[in-house]
């Protein structure tokens, strides 16, 4: 398997391994949708002749009528609402126990019959079952499709390396429309050479690397190999109360241990996880990769899957900010500021300072003193700001009757009480109480808190003491830019908590007329929502969850862990990160904000120890940086060597064009993706360095690196990433780390590199 990757690799005469398999998973797309057509002029067909058979006129056509028209109708809105993105998987299988076959006519045997493996480790491939979102049998009943809750779509989720059942190759299709984007695959049987209708069985993505580890030579290969699958398989299958913890370094697959965990936990127990998972990834191109491995479980809003950017509706982190700006929003000293501003930014400068009504022939007012009086003590509770706005009314209206003098009028209890109600209606619904109490008390929204706290005076006068001059100045001027960053995402969903939602008067539901109809019509179909339209709808209704993973938790600051606390307070969690690689600057801030975010929830610990993605070469330029950064820590141990060492480039006539030749190297070179790092302020810079060059480069930041891969990387300036910010030095082994096959330092004028090109931090 491996070696067909090999030769398409460095045979340019031959589509890639990969579009070939693209080729064969769309012309499979291509005759579901064209069965799936067939099957939609069926239902048409049979609503068009059950409307005929009406004309019979007896009472028996009539219902028979009325009967098949529903049936059509349904099975032709279903259809049409499932037409799009719906295949997602595909599952091949070695040859079962038996040769019973299920309703959807797929083979039920779970267990691979005796002989199905020969002795010599070969096997045939026996049955192919492709996974999607409804189910399509072909004109003779095969199954195209099978509908991802039927059993036999169980093993796609279900199977482990460990406990492998009949399935040899695990592939998730990406597809958008009727185009097959992408294909990736796991092996559940690494060791095993299978063929399918003769040829040996291609593997694409993390599941070729496995395979010539799997079907190396040696046995210490073999034994690795093995350690991975029970390492990963541990986690996967761990007991789901409490709170799972996962460390590995670079290349242990920490990620898809965690995405595979999810499904394993929904397929084990739906109804428990009813109440959804909520996968979250630090960035929006992570999210893109977790989307093509768990597509499926996003049916009926069951998962979520959102970078800590986008968790708040309606707000998406679209720019980024400073290091040193990002310290002071994502510090958890940010919730003294934002209480303060929450409750500061009632006052603006048109603020009323004075009101004035009349009341039992009298005019009252309360003057600027008693106002702020009045707030003080409205502002004492500790109830969300906005639903505190009755209970300052309450207190204006105390203040304007005790004025009135009308207190002392009676001494019946109920006539007192009766002129008190009298005198409250009659103020409160003059115009001028109302217009000032909505001026004096808005209703405050997150984003208007945020846009008055860039109001840099404002701003230290509620950040005094919590926040330096510096910081206050930096956040204020952050805030005044277009467009949102992470972590003002986090402070909105902090401040949506400090104020609080007004409870709104529910509208009454119109009257359809339709409800009026009877007979044939109240046979007919309503259009109903796609299983997709009812995912984000419940997942924007949402806001806590039953379980939450958090990918690459080590990145997360003490905010962020207090807006994901939030979505998981009654929930169980698998926590997934690395230390090594984190890039926020004070870790033990962060432990605090996630201790109390996990609550006391018991924890169990697994650690994840081969790194089978990098080659060894990379692997040990890379620890050098890691030995820097967190002296004493052991990197996982790298299982392969390509023989191909890390080479390393000095700029001589300009840094564009050293990077750019170097990228164009790579692109011949290897026959995936060549990803340049660079430091987070030369992103846009970078990507004019490769203008051109095609889909296969992209320049990237060094944040923006975290948890992908690529098959060659050239890393820009190693002193750069290291400098931009206390964590560089974690964010550089990040970006050391990110390459499958080859890498290329590039030194910039801050490297101080040698007569080799080798920079200082890169020296022994």
Same mark, same amino acid.
């Given at each position: 398997?491996?070696?067909?990757?090999?030769?398409?690799?460095?045979?340019?005469?031959?589509?890639?391994?990969?579009?070939?398999?693209?080729?064969?998973?769309?012309?499979?797309?291509?005759?579901?949708? $064209?069965?799936?057509?067939?099957?939609?002029?069926?239902?048409?067909?049979?609503?068009?002749?059950?409307?005929?058979?009406?004309?019979?006129?007896?009472?028996?056509?009539?219902?028979?009528?009325?009967?098949?028209?529903?049936?059509?109708?349904?099975?032709?809105?279903?259809?049409?609402?499932?037409?799009?993105?719906?295949?997602?998987?595909?599952?091949?299988?070695?040859?079962?126990?038996?040769?019973?076959?299920?309703?959807?006519?797929?083979?039920?045997?779970?267990?691979?019959?005796?002989?199905?493996?020969?002795?010599?480790?070969?096997?045939?491939?026996?049955?192919?079952?492709?996974?999607?979102?409804?189910?399509?049998?072909?004109?003779?009943?095969?199954?195209?499709?099978?509908?991802?809750?039927?059993?036999?779509?169980?093993?796609?989720?279900?199977?482990?390396?460990?406990?492998?059942?009949?399935?040899?190759?695990? $592939?998730?299709?990406?597809?958008?429309?009727?185009?097959?984007?992408?294909?990736? +695959?796991?092996?559940?049987?690494?060791?095993?050479?299978?063929?399918?209708?003769?040829?040996?069985?291609?593997?694409?993505?993390?599941?070729?690397?496995?395979?010539?580890?799997?079907?190396?030579?040696?046995?210490?290969?073999?034994?690795?190999?093995?350690?991975?699958?029970?390492?990963?398989?541990?986690?996967?299958?761990?007991?789901?109360?409490?709170?799972?913890?996962?460390?590995?370094?670079?290349?242990?697959?920490?990620?898809?241990?965690?995405?595979?965990?999810?499904?394993?936990?929904?397929?084990?127990?739906?109804?428990?996880?009813?109440?959804?998972?909520?996968?979250?990834?630090?960035?929006?191109?992570?999210?893109?990769?977790?989307?093509?491995?768990?597509?499926?479980?996003?049916?009926?809003?069951?998962?979520?899957?959102?970078?800590?950017?986008?968790?708040?509706?309606?707000?998406?982190?679209?720019?980024?900010?400073?290091?040193?700006?990002?310290?002071?929003?994502?510090?958890?000293?940010?919730?003294?500021?934002?209480?303060?501003?929450?409750?500061?930014?009632?006052?603006?400068?048109?603020?009323?300072?004075?009101?004035?009504?009349?009341?039992?022939?009298?005019?009252?007012?309360?003057?600027?003193?008693?106002?702020?009086?009045?707030?003080?003590?409205?502002?004492?509770?500790?109830?969300?700001?906005?639903?505190?706005?009755?209970?300052?009314?309450?207190?204006?209206?105390?203040?304007?009757?005790?004025?009135?003098?009308?207190?002392?009028?009676?001494?019946?209890?109920?006539?007192?009480?009766?002129?008190?109600?009298?005198?409250?209606?009659?103020?409160?619904?003059?115009?001028?109480?109302?217009?000032?109490?909505?001026?004096?008390?808005?209703?405050?929204?997150?984003?208007?808190?945020?846009?008055?706290?860039?109001?840099?005076?404002?701003?230290?006068?509620?950040?005094? $003491?919590?926040?330096?001059?510096?910081?206050?100045?930096?956040?204020?001027?952050?805030?005044?830019?277009?467009?949102?960053?992470?972590?003002?995402?986090?402070?909105?969903?902090?401040?949506?908590?400090?104020?609080?939602?007004?409870?709104?008067?529910?509208?009454?539901?119109?009257?359809?007329?339709? +409800?009026?109809?009877?007979?044939?019509?109240?046979?007919?179909?309503?259009?109903?929502?796609?299983?997709?339209?009812?995912?984000?709808?419940?997942?924007?209704?949402?806001?806590?969850?039953?379980?939450?993973?958090?990918?690459?938790?080590?990145?997360?600051?003490?905010?962020?862990?207090?807006?994901?606390?939030?979505?998981?307070?009654?929930?169980?969690?698998?926590?997934?990160?690395?230390?090594?690689?984190?890039?926020?600057?004070?870790?033990?801030?962060?432990?605090?904000?996630?201790?109390?975010?996990?609550?006391?929830?018991?924890?169990?610990?697994?650690?994840?120890?081969?790194?089978?993605?990098?080659?060894?070469?990379?692997?040990?330029?890379?620890?050098?940086?890691?030995?820097?950064?967190?002296?004493?820590?052991?990197?996982?141990?790298?299982?392969?060597?390509?023989?191909?060492?890390?080479?390393?480039?000095?700029?001589?006539?300009?840094?564009?064009?050293?990077?750019?030749?170097?990228?164009?190297?790579?692109?011949?070179?290897?026959?995936?993706?060549?990803?340049?790092?660079?430091?987070?302020?030369?992103?846009?810079?970078?990507?004019?360095?490769?203008?051109?060059?095609?889909?296969?480069?992209?320049?990237?930041?060094?944040?923006?690196?975290?948890?992908?891969?690529?098959?060659?990387?050239?890393?820009?300036?190693?002193?750069?990433?290291?400098?931009?910010?206390?964590?560089?030095?974690?964010?550089?082994?990040?970006?050391?780390?990110?390459?499958?096959?080859?890498?290329?330092?590039?030194?910039?004028?801050?490297?101080?590199?040698?007569?080799?090109?080798?920079?200082?931090?890169?020296?022994?």
């Amino acid at each position: 398997m491996a070696a067909q990757a090999q030769q398409s690799a460095v045979d340019p005469v031959h589509d890639s391994v990969r579009d070939r398999e693209i080729d064969v998973e769309q012309e499979h797309l291509d005759r579901v949708y $064209r069965r799936l057509e067939e099957k939609i002029h069926e239902a048409e067909f049979l609503m068009h002749d059950a409307a005929r058979r009406g004309q019979v006129g007896t009472p028996g056509a009539l219902a028979e009528r009325d009967a098949q028209v529903f049936r059509a109708g349904v099975h032709l809105n279903r259809l049409n609402n499932e037409f799009e993105d719906f295949l997602f998987g595909r599952i091949d299988l070695l040859l079962g126990k038996d040769g019973k076959k299920g309703p959807d006519g797929a083979y039920t045997a779970v267990e691979p019959a005796e002989g199905a493996v020969r002795p010599d480790n070969t096997a045939d491939i026996a049955e192919t079952l492709h996974i999607g979102r409804i189910g399509v049998l072909d004109e003779d009943y095969a199954p195209l499709v099978i509908d991802w809750r039927a059993p036999a779509a169980a093993p796609f989720y279900r199977s482990t390396p460990v406990d492998p059942g009949r399935v040899v190759r695990r $592939r998730v299709i990406r597809s958008k429309g009727r185009r097959v984007l992408g294909v990736e +695959d796991d092996l559940m049987r690494p060791e095993l050479t299978a063929f399918l209708d003769g040829r040996e069985l291609p593997v694409i993505g993390d599941g070729a690397l496995m395979a010539a580890l799997g079907q190396a030579r040696t046995h210490t290969m073999r034994d690795i190999v093995a350690s991975i699958q029970a390492e990963q398989d541990m986690v996967i299958r761990a007991p789901a109360a409490s709170v799972t913890y996962v460390e590995g370094g670079p290349g242990t697959g920490k990620t898809a241990v965690a995405l595979h965990r999810a499904a394993y936990l929904l397929y084990q127990d739906r109804r428990r996880y009813a109440g959804g998972i909520l996968i979250v990834s630090p960035t929006p191109l992570l999210v893109a990769y977790t989307e093509g491995v768990l597509p499926s479980l996003g049916e009926e809003g069951q998962v979520a899957i959102r970078a800590i950017g986008s968790l708040v509706d309606g707000a998406e982190a679209t720019v980024y900010d400073s290091p040193a700006t990002a310290r002071a929003k994502g510090s958890s000293r940010m919730l003294k500021v934002l209480r303060k501003a929450a409750r500061g930014a009632l006052e603006g400068p048109d603020t009323p300072t004075r009101l004035r009504v009349v009341a039992f022939g009298r005019r009252l007012e309360l003057e600027a003193g008693q106002l702020e009086s009045i707030r003080r003590s409205a502002l004492g509770g500790t109830a969300p700001v906005n639903l505190l706005r009755p209970r300052a009314r309450k207190l204006l209206l105390d203040a304007l009757w005790e004025q009135s003098g009308a207190a002392g009028r009676h001494t019946d209890p109920e006539l007192a009480a009766e002129l008190r109600s009298s005198f409250d209606e009659d103020v409160s619904t003059e115009d001028s109480f109302l217009e000032f109490l909505d001026a004096w008390w808005p209703e405050l929204t997150p984003r208007g808190v945020l846009a008055a706290m860039a109001d840099e005076k404002r701003l230290g006068r509620w950040a005094r $003491r919590v926040l330096n001059p510096g910081e206050v100045r930096k956040v204020a001027r952050s805030l005044r830019r277009d467009g949102y960053s992470v972590h003002d995402i986090a402070l909105l969903d902090e401040l949506q908590a400090i104020l609080g939602s007004p409870a709104r008067p529910k509208k009454r539901r119109e009257l359809d007329p339709l +409800d009026q109809l009877t007979g044939l019509e109240e046979l007919m179909p309503v259009r109903e929502e796609s299983q997709r339209e009812r995912a984000e709808r419940l997942a924007a209704e949402r806001v806590e969850y039953a379980h939450v993973i958090v990918d690459e938790a080590q990145d997360l600051t003490p905010m962020q862990w207090r807006m994901v606390g939030r979505r998981g307070r009654h929930a169980t969690w698998t926590v997934v990160g690395d230390p090594a690689q984190s890039s926020w600057s004070d870790v033990d801030e962060a432990a605090e904000a996630r201790d109390e975010a996990l609550g006391t929830r018991p924890r169990r610990r697994f650690q994840l120890t081969v790194n089978y993605r990098n080659p060894a070469e990379i692997a040990e330029l890379a620890s050098k940086v890691l030995a820097l950064a967190m002296p004493g820590s052991t990197a996982p141990t790298a299982v392969r060597s390509t023989g191909v060492r890390p080479r390393f480039a000095v700029v001589e006539d300009s840094l564009e064009k050293t990077v750019r030749a170097e990228a164009e190297r790579l692109l011949g070179a290897v026959d995936g993706t060549v990803g340049v790092v660079v430091a987070m302020q030369r992103r846009e810079e970078a990507r004019r360095w490769l203008s051109g060059l095609g889909e296969r480069v992209v320049a990237l930041g060094s944040l923006e690196a975290k948890g992908l891969e690529y098959d060659a990387t050239v890393v820009v300036s190693p002193a750069e990433i290291a400098d931009e910010s206390p964590a560089g030095l974690r964010v550089l082994y990040v970006a050391l780390t990110r390459a499958t096959q080859q890498l290329t330092v590039v030194s910039g004028d801050r490297d101080d590199a040698d007569a080799s090109g080798v920079p200082d931090l890169l020296r022994d």
